[in-house]
């Protein structure tokens, strides 16, 4: 494990010019428009309480309710599927700079994640405002949140590695995954609801509810945000995924990571 | 970084691409590429090395692989001293970024750090002739502005050991006799340069030694006028 381990300890000192240049490239993104870096709120502020509200009226859920469901469950998404996508295409996009310098692979890995951060604290502060409009209001189970991310955090940090090292080697993965993370975007409850108790949902969407991972990790920090008392089953589930998934990124890392550079 | 400690020490170093070939079944063909071939040398302090060698020979690879880009697949390489690398000074700048903000981009991508840039800007900004215009978007520049702030920047860091592609030319005859003495001071400043180039003349003037690679073998290495010899006739080769 001597490589992982060099690497990640070599990344870490390098994190602020990388954390730095992970905020410009949100402010780069939207300069030239008029509205600028606004576009980020904006954007998901119309899609998201748009979508929620009508996922309220097509479920017949109270709008109180549903739309702080939909709104954080979709910036939610966007830092999950953001990771697995960007992820799995990290050491690809990172190829100019990998190819002038010998710089730890996990950098990339950890500026990714501080992008998507960023956006994350954006959109959730942008739901907070709207759904107080809805008639949300915080409870005190939102100091759940800070352990989620930090989860969340090793979660997709563990993702990325192994993604980005497989997928440099074998093209083809990161168009798989985007294909799936579309798909499982509707297979996991993030538009719609099916009550509180796991055990009402029957049949296929049952079992989509009980087997498919992203429900659970997905739930583990909406739940704070949305007045519910943390679920051991959610934690249970997130946490054995996210050692899993650090521990294929930390070999793939340790494995791959020096000749990644071959690939590119 | 005490300058007599620096070196090179490439032994039998081989560095090969694997060979991405359509179809998952195998089919017995070659599944990797050498670009290196058992390549070895010891550059002692002082060195200005020039490399030759046709398009394909490897000169690039052995560049990044002492930048460290590459692994060696085979061999040992061992090298002491600081390294900075400048391959590609056309680099895309983020055209959406100002230059300052460009500045920071690549000296990140230099290896520098958040305090080791921002002292750095001055100099470059300076250098770059461009004054106010460096709050301004990389779109507005004139490709000639944003080749001089490129060079600036590139040209900023000081190190032990200096590994070059081709030689950089930027802007107008006053910024390029200013580039020129700038180059030459950095040469002078590192302890041992590898220089990639096509241009003979400036190797004459730069380089005291040369190496010619032939299809990631290393044909020669020594004197300037045999290398030079010795690069020519297989260029030739090619050419009849």
Known sequence: ?264 | MNTSNVHIHARDITVSFPLRRAGIRSTGAKTAHKALDGVSFELAPGARVGLLGRNGSGKSTLLRTLAGVYPVTSGALEMEGRVAAIFNASLGFVQEATGLENIYLRGAMLGLSFDQIRELVPSIVEFSELGDWIREPIHRYSSGMALRLAFSITTAVRSDILLLDEWLGAGDAAFLRKARARMQTMVKDASIVVLATHNLNLMRNQCNQAMVLEEGRLVFFGDLDTAIETYQEFRQLTQL
């Not at chain 1, 996991?188 to 009550?195: D, E, H, L, R």
């Open chain 1, 1 to 264: 494990m001597s490589f992982a381990w060099s690497d990640m300890a070599a990344a870490f000192p390098r994190l602020r010019i990388w954390a730095y240049l992970a905020f410009k490239q949100i402010q780069f993104e939207h300069r030239r428009s008029v509205l600028g870096s606004a576009w980020i709120v904006l954007s998901y502020a119309i899609t998201a309480a748009g979508i929620g509200f009508l996922m309220s009226q097509l479920q017949g859920r109270p709008v109180e309710v549903h739309v702080p469901h939909v709104m954080f469950g979709l910036a939610i998404w966007n830092f999950i599927s953001g990771a697995t996508i960007a992820g799995a295409d990290i050491m690809v996009t990172s190829r100019s700079y990998l190819l002038q310098m010998n710089l730890p692979r996990s950098l990339f890995v950890l500026s990714m994640l501080l992008r998507l951060s960023y956006l994350l604290g954006i959109q959730l502060v942008t739901a907070f405002v709207i759904c107080l409009f809805f008639g949300w209001r915080p409870t005190l189970e939102i100091v759940w949140i800070f352990p989620a991310f930090a989860v969340y955090l090793a979660a997709g940090f563990g993702t990325a590695l192994t993604l980005g090292m497989v997928a440099a080697r074998f093209r083809d993965i990161s168009t798989l995954v985007g294909s799936c993370m579309r798909l499982i975007f509707f297979f996991t409850p993030i538009i719609w609801a099916v009550g509180t108790a796991r055990d009402q949902a029957e049949g296929f969407i049952g079992f989509l509810v009980r087997w498919n991972p992203f429900s659970y990790v997905l739930n583990t920090l909406r739940d704070g945000l949305v007045g519910l008392p943390p679920d051991p089953l959610n934690w249970t589930v997130t946490l054995a995924i996210t050692a899993l998934v650090l521990f294929t990124g930390i070999l793939a890392l340790d494995r791959m990571g020096r000749r990644v550079t071959y690939w590119l």
